[in-house]
């Protein structure tokens, strides 16, 4: 340390952490600076930083609030940092991280490094096949009910550095600015939208849920990511029993179940006899319910397994319509796929992990907005709909790789569904 200072923050540590949230991108805070404009003074705001961080005088100022629209109608509300206050918690990030993740349960995967939404819910699949009843859990409004005592003695208890849990603490309390410049409080909660609060989310629900379930339910396996958990049962009694259980630890720790969206859930499948209100339920992007499936000598049953969600499925059509490919005569197909295929692949490596022929129908819109961009650009064309359609086919079949889903099988369905 070229300095004599109280906290112990190396300048390498800053600026790893800067690199990092550069690499993230994001918006603006409550003063308005990019990371670009950051990036003009990068030298001196750094060295800010790790002034006011070392020398414990840092704090945070207000975050930011942006409503984002709900599927259900509702709004949720994320809380954005000031790049310099991302970076601040991004070293403090970087040192808890290492200590708290190797204590975390092996099915939370939520946010945590090596871990994956897919991996979540591919474990999910297997343990409906094996076990009968779900419970689909849904803490109502999370991340704004974190109790900050509750989470601050688990943070005590693993942030060994003094100045960690200073800035951890105050990061809890900072106020929450409107877009109106109304400033607001904070008693509980932690912002979506902080570096950090993702982290202390994860070591919050270690104790509330995961340990709590490994001690008083050890023989139940579950899948938690984030505020989202599956919980597996083998009978509907022993499900009505745990979903009780697990409400009042909720209330225990000051957070509570939300009645219409925690269920129930019959696994259904070929094997499974009875009818039952609820047979689905989705997760992480996937709807699991009974489905249509082919087994290795060709003979179908039915299978309780996961597939693109119909919400999902809606904001997939709803961004390709707001391509307005039709609009970009002035593109080539070549333009096209430089700008969109890396969006369409990144759906097909999420939602095509499992039972990809449910993204068919969305993959044959695209299909059949390039057909309406090659009828609007080529002179011969026009006015034939049906050979633009078929103009499409060719090319899908003679480059392939120029779109992702053309190298998915959709292309002949997809010729098929728009003649």
Not at 94 to 117: I, M, N, Q, T, W
Not at 319 to 324: A, G, K, N, T, V
Not at 340 to 357: A, M, T, V
Request: hydrophobic share 35%; aromatic share 12%.
């Amino acid at each position: 340390m070229s300095e004599a200072k109280p906290f112990s923050i190396s300048k390498q540590e800053v600026w790893e952490a800067y690199q990092k949230v550069k690499a993230n991108h994001g918006a603006a805070g409550v003063d308005g600076q990019s990371i670009a404009a950051f990036e003009t003074k990068v030298k001196d705001n750094l060295y800010r930083i790790w002034n006011r961080m070392s020398s414990g005088s840092y704090f945070p100022p207000p975050v930011r609030t942006v409503n984002i629209p709900k599927a259900n109608g509702g709004e949720r509300t994320l809380g954005i940092p000031t790049v310099s206050d991302r970076i601040a918690q991004m070293v403090v990030k970087s040192r808890l991280e290492p200590v708290v993740d190797p204590l975390f349960h092996p099915d939370s995967y939520g946010y945590r490094p090596r871990k994956s939404a897919l991996e979540a819910v591919g474990q999910t699949r297997q343990r409906c096949w094996k076990l009968d009843w779900v419970i689909d859990l849904d803490i109502k409004g999370f991340f704004d009910n974190i109790d900050h005592d509750l989470l601050m003695r688990a943070v005590k208890k693993h942030a060994k550095d003094t100045w960690m849990v200073l800035y951890i603490e105050r990061w809890l309390k900072a106020p929450a600015q409107e877009a109106d410049g109304h400033v607001m409080e904070r008693r509980k909660g932690t912002p979506q939208g902080g570096v950090v609060s993702p982290l202390l989310a994860n070591l919050f629900l270690h104790y509330a849920f995961d340990r709590w379930m490994q001690r008083t339910y050890p023989h139940l396996l579950f899948e938690r990511y984030a505020d989202d958990a599956i919980v597996h049962c083998r009978t509907e009694a022993e499900a009505q029993e745990v979903r009780a259980a697990i409400a009042a630890r909720m209330q225990e720790c000051r957070l509570e179940l939300h009645p219409e969206k925690t269920k129930i859930v019959y696994c259904k499948d070929d094997d499974r006899r009875g009818t039952y209100p609820h047979e689905k339920f989705d997760f992480l992007g996937y709807t699991f319910r009974p489905r249509r499936s082919k087994n290795w000598k060709g003979k179908f049953f039915i299978n309780f397994s996961p597939a693109v969600a119909e919400k999902a499925g809606k904001e997939i059509r709803a961004e390709i319509r707001s391509w307005q490919l039709h609009l970009r005569s002035d593109k080539s197909i070549e333009d096209l796929s430089r700008m969109f295929n890396p969006k369409i692949r990144g759906w097909l490596q999420y939602y095509g992990r499992y039972y990809r022929s449910a993204l068919y129908p969305m993959m044959r819109q695209l299909d059949r907005s390039l057909a309406r961009w090659a009828y609007r650009k080529y002179k011969k064309l026009r006015g034939h709909l049906r050979r633009a359609t078929h103009w499409i086919a060719r090319i899908s079949r003679r480059d392939p790789g120029l779109f992702a889903h053309w190298q998915m099988g959709v292309r002949r369905s997809s010729t098929a569904g728009a003649v």
